[in-house]
Protein backbone atom coordinates (compact mmCIF):
# COMPACT_ATOMS: atom_id res chain seq x y z
CA UNK A 1 0.00 0.00 0.00
CA UNK A 2 1.16 3.21 -0.75
CA UNK A 3 0.27 6.07 0.68
CA UNK A 4 0.75 9.65 0.20
CA UNK A 5 0.59 12.71 2.82
CA UNK A 6 2.21 16.06 4.12
CA UNK A 7 1.57 17.78 7.29
CA UNK A 8 1.26 21.23 6.03
CA UNK A 9 1.23 23.18 8.91
CA UNK A 10 1.50 22.51 13.27
CA UNK A 11 0.99 25.21 15.41
CA UNK A 12 0.84 25.29 19.23
CA UNK A 13 -3.09 24.69 18.59
CA UNK A 14 -3.66 22.20 15.97
CA UNK A 15 -2.00 20.70 13.21
CA UNK A 16 -2.86 20.35 9.45
CA UNK A 17 -2.24 18.63 6.01
CA UNK A 18 -3.73 15.84 3.40
CA UNK A 19 -3.84 12.39 3.15
CA UNK A 20 -4.32 10.61 -0.05
CA UNK A 21 -4.68 6.94 -1.34
CA UNK A 22 -3.64 6.52 -4.94
CA UNK A 23 -5.57 3.19 -5.76
CA UNK A 24 -8.62 4.30 -4.11
CA UNK A 25 -9.11 8.27 -4.98
CA UNK A 26 -12.14 8.96 -3.42
CA UNK A 27 -11.33 6.87 0.16
CA UNK A 28 -10.82 9.14 3.32
CA UNK A 29 -7.26 7.95 4.71
CA UNK A 30 -7.23 7.75 8.63
CA UNK A 31 -4.72 9.36 10.34
CA UNK A 32 -3.37 9.48 13.94
CA UNK A 33 -2.00 12.75 15.53
CA UNK A 34 0.52 11.79 18.03
CA UNK A 35 1.83 14.17 21.10
CA UNK A 36 5.12 12.76 22.81
CA UNK A 37 4.48 9.55 21.25
CA UNK A 38 1.15 9.53 23.00
CA UNK A 39 -1.84 9.16 20.32
CA UNK A 40 -3.89 12.01 20.67
CA UNK A 41 -6.47 11.66 17.99
CA UNK A 42 -7.60 10.10 14.68
CA UNK A 43 -9.67 11.12 12.26
CA UNK A 44 -10.40 10.82 8.73
CA UNK A 45 -8.55 12.91 6.06
CA UNK A 46 -11.97 13.93 4.46
CA UNK A 47 -11.96 18.05 4.43
CA UNK A 48 -12.30 19.56 1.02
CA UNK A 49 -9.64 21.43 -0.29
CA UNK A 50 -9.95 23.14 -3.91
CA UNK A 51 -6.06 23.02 -4.39
CA UNK A 52 -6.09 19.07 -3.82
CA UNK A 53 -8.99 18.79 -6.17
CA UNK A 54 -6.93 20.59 -9.20
CA UNK A 55 -3.43 18.66 -8.21
CA UNK A 56 -5.29 15.29 -9.28
CA UNK A 57 -6.22 14.17 -5.85
CA UNK A 58 -9.42 12.03 -6.05
CA UNK A 59 -12.56 13.99 -5.63
CA UNK A 60 -10.14 16.35 -3.51
CA UNK A 61 -11.54 16.15 -0.17
CA UNK A 62 -8.60 14.67 1.67
CA UNK A 63 -7.41 17.61 3.82
CA UNK A 64 -7.50 17.48 7.68
CA UNK A 65 -7.62 19.95 10.86
CA UNK A 66 -6.95 18.48 14.33
CA UNK A 67 -7.40 21.62 16.87
CA UNK A 68 -5.87 20.63 20.54
CA UNK A 69 -7.96 21.62 23.21
CA UNK A 70 -4.61 23.64 25.22
CA UNK A 71 -1.83 24.84 23.66
CA UNK A 72 1.13 22.61 23.28
CA UNK A 73 4.46 22.19 22.25
CA UNK A 74 4.30 21.92 18.36
CA UNK A 75 8.28 20.26 18.40
CA UNK A 76 6.15 17.29 20.15
CA UNK A 77 3.58 16.20 17.00
CA UNK A 78 3.94 14.06 14.86
CA UNK A 79 1.35 12.38 11.93
CA UNK A 80 1.37 8.92 11.46
CA UNK A 81 -1.12 6.88 9.06
CA UNK A 82 -3.24 5.30 11.09
CA UNK A 83 -3.32 1.82 8.07
CA UNK A 84 0.64 1.67 7.87
CA UNK A 85 2.42 3.88 10.95
CA UNK A 86 4.30 5.43 8.40
CA UNK A 87 4.85 9.40 9.07
CA UNK A 88 3.05 12.01 7.22
CA UNK A 89 6.14 14.50 6.92
CA UNK A 90 8.51 11.63 5.93
CA UNK A 91 7.41 10.91 2.77
CA UNK A 92 7.99 13.06 -0.59
CA UNK A 93 5.68 16.36 -0.81
CA UNK A 94 4.38 15.61 -4.08
CA UNK A 95 2.95 18.15 -6.52
CA UNK A 96 0.85 19.33 -4.35
CA UNK A 97 3.54 21.76 -2.39
CA UNK A 98 2.87 25.50 -3.56
CA UNK A 99 6.14 27.37 -4.89
CA UNK A 100 5.04 29.94 -1.78
CA UNK A 101 6.01 27.31 0.93
CA UNK A 102 10.03 28.16 -0.13
CA UNK A 103 11.74 29.15 2.99
CA UNK A 104 12.46 32.79 1.31
CA UNK A 105 10.06 35.76 1.09
CA UNK A 106 7.91 35.93 -1.18
CA UNK A 107 8.61 38.20 -3.37
CA UNK A 108 11.85 37.21 -3.45
CA UNK A 109 11.37 33.47 -4.35
CA UNK A 110 12.51 32.32 -7.61
CA UNK A 111 9.10 31.00 -8.35
CA UNK A 112 7.23 34.40 -7.88
CA UNK A 113 5.48 34.67 -11.49
CA UNK A 114 3.73 30.69 -10.81
CA UNK A 115 2.91 32.21 -7.19
CA UNK A 116 1.11 35.15 -8.76
CA UNK A 117 -0.44 33.44 -11.20
CA UNK A 118 -1.87 30.82 -9.26
CA UNK A 119 -2.76 32.61 -6.42
CA UNK A 120 -5.63 34.87 -4.96
CA UNK A 121 -3.77 38.37 -6.05
CA UNK A 122 -5.39 41.67 -6.86
CA UNK A 123 -4.27 43.39 -9.62
CA UNK A 124 -2.78 46.11 -7.31
CA UNK A 125 -1.45 43.39 -4.51
CA UNK A 126 0.39 41.67 -7.78
CA UNK A 127 1.75 45.00 -8.66
CA UNK A 128 3.17 45.69 -5.00
CA UNK A 129 4.75 42.54 -4.95
CA UNK A 130 6.36 42.50 -8.30
CA UNK A 131 7.78 46.40 -7.67
CA UNK A 132 8.96 45.08 -4.63
CA UNK A 133 10.81 42.38 -6.06
CA UNK A 134 12.40 44.25 -8.52
CA UNK A 135 13.35 47.41 -6.97
CA UNK A 136 13.77 46.23 -2.89
CA UNK A 137 12.03 48.98 -1.81
CA UNK A 138 8.30 50.22 -1.58
CA UNK A 139 6.37 53.54 -1.16
CA UNK A 140 3.28 54.11 -0.14
CA UNK A 141 0.74 56.43 1.43
CA UNK A 142 -0.24 56.03 4.73
CA UNK A 143 -4.65 56.37 5.17
CA UNK A 144 -5.06 55.01 9.12
CA UNK A 145 -7.15 58.63 10.36
CA UNK A 146 -5.25 58.42 13.60
CA UNK A 147 -2.23 58.92 11.61
CA UNK A 148 -2.00 63.00 12.16
CA UNK A 149 -2.42 62.83 15.50
CA UNK A 150 -0.25 59.13 16.28
CA UNK A 151 2.79 61.73 14.43
CA UNK A 152 2.24 64.30 16.61
CA UNK A 153 2.49 62.75 19.43
CA UNK A 154 5.36 60.63 18.40
CA UNK A 155 7.54 63.99 17.88
CA UNK A 156 6.03 66.11 20.90
CA UNK A 157 5.64 63.56 23.95
CA UNK A 158 8.92 62.51 23.42
CA UNK A 159 12.09 62.63 25.84
CA UNK A 160 14.23 63.75 23.47
CA UNK A 161 16.82 64.50 25.92
CA UNK A 162 17.60 60.10 26.33
CA UNK A 163 18.65 60.16 22.20
CA UNK A 164 21.86 60.46 21.17
CA UNK A 165 21.23 63.67 19.14
CA UNK A 166 20.02 62.08 16.20
CA UNK A 167 18.32 59.27 17.31
CA UNK A 168 16.32 57.18 20.07
CA UNK A 169 16.01 53.99 20.36
CA UNK A 170 13.05 51.63 20.91
CA UNK A 171 10.82 54.76 22.36
CA UNK A 172 7.53 52.26 22.13
CA UNK A 173 8.45 51.45 25.44
CA UNK A 174 7.07 54.94 26.94
CA UNK A 175 5.54 56.24 24.19
CA UNK A 176 2.08 54.62 22.96
CA UNK A 177 2.12 56.69 19.65
CA UNK A 178 5.64 54.88 18.53
CA UNK A 179 3.90 51.49 19.23
CA UNK A 180 1.02 52.17 17.44
CA UNK A 181 2.83 53.91 14.56
CA UNK A 182 4.67 50.32 14.52
CA UNK A 183 2.03 48.14 14.03
CA UNK A 184 -0.57 50.03 12.00
CA UNK A 185 -2.71 47.26 10.45
CA UNK A 186 -1.95 48.36 6.96
CA UNK A 187 1.62 48.23 7.18
CA UNK A 188 1.85 45.18 8.47
CA UNK A 189 -0.81 43.69 5.73
CA UNK A 190 1.52 44.90 2.91
CA UNK A 191 4.24 43.26 4.98
CA UNK A 192 2.33 39.63 4.78
CA UNK A 193 1.55 40.68 1.87
CA UNK A 194 5.25 40.94 0.33
CA UNK A 195 6.76 37.92 2.93
CA UNK A 196 4.38 36.00 3.04
CA UNK A 197 4.45 35.25 6.86
CA UNK A 198 3.06 37.53 9.89
CA UNK A 199 5.58 40.59 10.60
CA UNK A 200 6.52 40.71 14.13
CA UNK A 201 7.73 44.72 14.73
CA UNK A 202 10.85 44.10 17.14
CA UNK A 203 12.80 47.35 17.21
CA UNK A 204 11.81 51.17 16.87
CA UNK A 205 13.67 54.41 15.85
CA UNK A 206 12.88 57.65 16.25
CA UNK A 207 14.59 60.76 14.46
CA UNK A 208 14.80 64.40 14.94
CA UNK A 209 17.24 64.66 12.05
CA UNK A 210 18.83 63.14 9.30
CA UNK A 211 21.65 59.94 9.60
CA UNK A 212 23.93 61.14 6.97
CA UNK A 213 25.02 57.62 7.21
CA UNK A 214 26.97 55.45 5.42
CA UNK A 215 25.64 53.27 2.36
CA UNK A 216 25.02 49.86 4.25
CA UNK A 217 22.36 46.95 4.75
CA UNK A 218 20.23 45.38 7.60
CA UNK A 219 21.55 42.15 6.80
CA UNK A 220 24.68 43.02 8.61
CA UNK A 221 23.23 44.09 11.68
CA UNK A 222 19.89 41.40 11.97
CA UNK A 223 20.43 38.13 9.91
CA UNK A 224 17.66 35.17 9.66
CA UNK A 225 17.58 31.41 9.49
CA UNK A 226 15.92 31.00 6.61
CA UNK A 227 17.26 33.94 5.23
CA UNK A 228 16.24 37.45 4.49
CA UNK A 229 13.34 37.52 6.60
CA UNK A 230 13.53 40.98 7.84
CA UNK A 231 13.14 44.47 6.74
CA UNK A 232 12.83 48.34 7.78
CA UNK A 233 9.87 50.59 7.10
CA UNK A 234 10.36 54.27 7.25
CA UNK A 235 7.33 56.50 8.26
CA UNK A 236 7.70 60.06 7.57
CA UNK A 237 6.48 62.29 10.44
CA UNK A 238 7.26 65.47 8.08
CA UNK A 239 8.56 66.36 4.79
CA UNK A 240 11.87 65.21 3.80
CA UNK A 241 13.65 67.05 0.63
CA UNK A 242 16.88 66.86 -0.14
CA UNK A 243 18.00 69.68 2.11
CA UNK A 244 17.51 67.65 5.71
CA UNK A 245 18.73 64.37 4.86
CA UNK A 246 16.33 62.46 2.47
CA UNK A 247 17.54 58.84 2.23
CA UNK A 248 18.95 57.19 -0.80
CA UNK A 249 19.26 53.47 -1.64
CA UNK A 250 20.55 51.23 -4.57
CA UNK A 251 17.16 50.01 -6.40
CA UNK A 252 17.64 46.13 -6.84
CA UNK A 253 20.41 45.76 -4.60
CA UNK A 254 18.77 43.55 -2.45
CA UNK A 255 18.85 40.80 -5.12
CA UNK A 256 22.59 40.83 -4.84
CA UNK A 257 23.80 37.88 -2.36
CA UNK A 258 24.07 38.14 1.40
CA UNK A 259 27.53 38.68 2.13
CA UNK A 260 28.64 38.92 6.33
CA UNK A 261 31.82 39.25 7.92
CA UNK A 262 32.42 35.12 7.07
CA UNK A 263 32.43 36.17 3.57
CA UNK A 264 35.41 38.03 4.32
CA UNK A 265 36.94 35.79 6.17
CA UNK A 266 36.75 37.91 9.48
CA UNK A 267 35.47 37.04 12.93
CA UNK A 268 32.84 38.43 14.20
CA UNK A 269 33.48 40.08 17.77
CA UNK A 270 32.27 42.53 19.92
CA UNK A 271 35.75 43.90 20.11
CA UNK A 272 36.30 44.46 16.72
CA UNK A 273 32.83 45.94 16.14
CA UNK A 274 33.59 49.14 14.59
CA UNK A 275 37.01 48.08 12.63
CA UNK A 276 35.30 45.10 10.89
CA UNK A 277 31.99 47.48 10.01
CA UNK A 278 34.26 49.62 8.28
CA UNK A 279 35.79 46.87 5.99
CA UNK A 280 32.41 45.45 5.81
CA UNK A 281 31.19 49.03 3.90
CA UNK A 282 33.85 49.00 1.95
CA UNK A 283 32.80 45.88 0.33
CA UNK A 284 29.76 47.54 -0.52
CA UNK A 285 30.96 50.34 -2.62
CA UNK A 286 32.99 47.72 -4.58
CA UNK A 287 29.65 46.23 -4.95
CA UNK A 288 28.54 49.08 -5.93
CA UNK A 289 31.33 49.99 -8.83
CA UNK A 290 31.30 46.80 -9.63
CA UNK A 291 27.47 46.00 -10.61
CA UNK A 292 27.11 50.10 -11.97
CA UNK A 293 24.29 50.50 -8.88
CA UNK A 294 22.48 53.38 -9.33
CA UNK A 295 21.53 55.45 -6.02
CA UNK A 296 18.06 57.17 -5.96
CA UNK A 297 17.08 59.57 -3.17
CA UNK A 298 13.67 59.31 -1.51
CA UNK A 299 11.72 62.31 -1.53
CA UNK A 300 8.81 61.97 1.07
CA UNK A 301 5.62 63.41 2.16
CA UNK A 302 4.18 63.52 5.94
CA UNK A 303 2.35 60.31 6.19
CA UNK A 304 4.60 58.41 3.27
CA UNK A 305 5.92 54.71 4.41
CA UNK A 306 9.01 52.81 2.83
CA UNK A 307 9.31 49.33 2.99
CA UNK A 308 12.89 48.29 2.20
CA UNK A 309 14.02 44.48 1.78
CA UNK A 310 17.08 43.46 4.71
CA UNK A 311 19.60 43.50 1.84
CA UNK A 312 18.73 46.56 0.17
CA UNK A 313 21.76 48.67 -0.24
CA UNK A 314 20.53 52.02 1.43
CA UNK A 315 21.77 54.87 3.68
CA UNK A 316 21.41 59.05 4.75
CA UNK A 317 22.16 61.65 2.20
CA UNK A 318 24.03 64.81 3.76
CA UNK A 319 21.59 67.46 5.63
CA UNK A 320 22.35 70.26 2.81
CA UNK A 321 20.59 73.02 5.24
CA UNK A 322 21.82 72.49 8.88
CA UNK A 323 19.34 73.54 11.82
CA UNK A 324 16.31 71.81 9.78
CA UNK A 325 14.65 68.80 11.16
CA UNK A 326 13.98 65.36 9.92
CA UNK A 327 11.18 63.74 12.01
CA UNK A 328 10.85 59.88 11.24
CA UNK A 329 10.26 56.56 12.25
CA UNK A 330 12.16 53.31 11.43
CA UNK A 331 10.42 50.28 12.37
CA UNK A 332 12.67 46.91 12.15
CA UNK A 333 10.83 43.71 11.55
CA UNK A 334 11.09 39.94 11.79
CA UNK A 335 8.85 37.53 10.29
CA UNK A 336 6.79 34.16 12.01
CA UNK A 337 9.01 30.95 11.55
CA UNK A 338 12.41 32.08 12.02
CA UNK A 339 15.44 32.20 14.29
CA UNK A 340 17.69 35.42 14.20
CA UNK A 341 21.11 36.54 14.50
CA UNK A 342 23.84 38.92 14.97
CA UNK A 343 26.10 38.96 11.96
CA UNK A 344 28.84 41.41 13.57
CA UNK A 345 29.63 39.05 16.80
CA UNK A 346 28.94 36.46 15.05
CA UNK A 347 30.40 33.43 13.09
CA UNK A 348 28.70 30.72 11.52
CA UNK A 349 31.38 28.25 10.17
CA UNK A 350 32.29 27.81 13.69
CA UNK A 351 28.68 27.61 14.92
CA UNK A 352 28.81 30.77 17.11
CA UNK A 353 25.38 32.88 16.99
CA UNK A 354 24.27 35.79 18.83
CA UNK A 355 21.31 35.36 19.50
CA UNK A 356 18.71 38.61 20.41
CA UNK A 357 16.92 38.69 23.02
CA UNK A 358 14.07 40.66 21.22
CA UNK A 359 10.59 41.26 22.16
CA UNK A 360 7.52 42.46 20.27
CA UNK A 361 6.67 45.51 20.53
CA UNK A 362 2.56 45.17 19.91
CA UNK A 363 2.70 43.59 23.54
CA UNK A 364 6.17 43.38 25.16
CA UNK A 365 6.24 39.90 24.71
CA UNK A 366 9.85 37.90 24.08
CA UNK A 367 9.88 36.90 20.46
CA UNK A 368 10.35 33.19 20.27
CA UNK A 369 12.77 31.55 17.40
CA UNK A 370 11.48 29.02 15.52
CA UNK A 371 12.45 26.57 13.03
CA UNK A 372 9.04 26.66 11.00
CA UNK A 373 6.21 25.91 13.12
CA UNK A 374 8.78 24.61 15.66
CA UNK A 375 9.96 26.56 19.05
CA UNK A 376 13.67 26.48 19.18
CA UNK A 377 14.40 26.36 22.94
CA UNK A 378 16.62 27.67 24.98
CA UNK A 379 17.80 31.33 26.13
CA UNK A 380 19.59 33.93 23.81
CA UNK A 381 23.04 33.91 23.94
CA UNK A 382 24.02 37.57 24.48
CA UNK A 383 21.95 39.88 26.77
CA UNK A 384 20.29 42.70 25.79
CA UNK A 385 22.20 45.46 26.98
CA UNK A 386 25.19 44.19 24.36
CA UNK A 387 23.17 44.64 21.66
CA UNK A 388 21.26 48.14 22.28
CA UNK A 389 25.00 49.31 23.04
CA UNK A 390 26.16 47.61 19.44
CA UNK A 391 23.03 49.89 17.84
CA UNK A 392 23.47 52.75 19.31
CA UNK A 393 27.30 52.80 17.94
CA UNK A 394 26.47 51.65 14.83
CA UNK A 395 23.42 54.43 14.27
CA UNK A 396 21.36 51.96 12.52
CA UNK A 397 19.21 54.17 10.43
Known sequence: MTLEGVVDRITDTEVSGWAFDPDAPDR????????GGVEHCRIAASDFREDLKAAGKGNGAHGF????????NPASVSVRFAETGNLLDDLQPGPIRSPDVLMRPRAEN???????????????DASRIRDFARDGFLKFKIEDPDFDALAKSAVEDMDWTQSDGVRLQDAWQHNDAVRRIAALPEVLEVLELLYGRPPIPFQTLNF????????????IHFNSSPPRFMCGVWVALEDTDAGNGALHYYPGSHALPVYDLDDLGIDGHPDRINSNYQIYLKLLQAMIDAHGLEKRVAIMKRGEAIIWAANLYHGGEPILEPGR????????YYFDGCSY???LTSNRYLGRLTRPNRRDVRTGAPIPRKAGERIIAGPPSAPPSLLQRVARRLQLS
Open 208 to 219: QVGTQQETHTDT
Open 65 to 72: NAPFEEPI
Open 110 to 124: PMLDKILETGPFSDT
Open 325 to 332: SRHSQVTH
Open 28 to 35: PVEIRVLI
Open 341 to 343: YEP
